[in-house]
């Protein structure tokens, strides 16, 4: 009975994804076909026979890292709580600025609000016909 405890948990430990975790925090989930090298030499070689030569092929240290999917913002660009909270001309003429003309301020009068479509088409167009 030991040693079918023992195997179950050798195949159970193979069957689960190893990971790495750097000093920075990062983690690298290594897949199962890739084999990981730990090594202080600076230089790492793997041979490669062939029938009339032998070449050995200098290996180099992975950048690779496991990134979380990104959130989605809230406020993309041009939607009508961005146009709302975005000030014009805050750091002289910039691409949000560009974006905020062409998406938010469809009169062309310089602000965002009463007359644009996107602001007249939300929730607070009602504030439009109480003046």
């Not at 030569?53 to 979380?68: L, N």
């Not at 009508?80 to 600025?97: I, L, Q, R, T």
Request: hydrophobic share 30%.
């Amino acid at each position: 009975m030991k040693y079918i405890l023992v195997l179950a948990s050798l195949v159970s430990s193979f069957a689960m994804a190893h990971t790495i975790t750097y000093d920075n925090g990062d983690v690298y989930t290594v897949a199962d076909d890739e084999y990981v090298f730990v090594s202080k030499q600076p230089n790492l070689w793997s041979y490669h026979p062939y029938s009339k030569s032998v070449q050995f092929k200098k290996q180099w240290p992975t950048e690779k890292v496991d990134r979380p999917e990104p959130t989605p913002n809230p406020n993309p660009i041009g939607s009508h709580e961005w146009c709302k909270a975005h000030v014009p001309f805050e750091f002289g003429y910039s691409f949000s600025d560009q974006a905020w003309q062409r998406a938010c301020d469809k009169n062309g009068d310089g602000e965002y609000g009463c007359g644009d479509a996107q602001f007249d088409a939300s929730e607070d167009a009602d504030s439009c016909s109480a003046g």
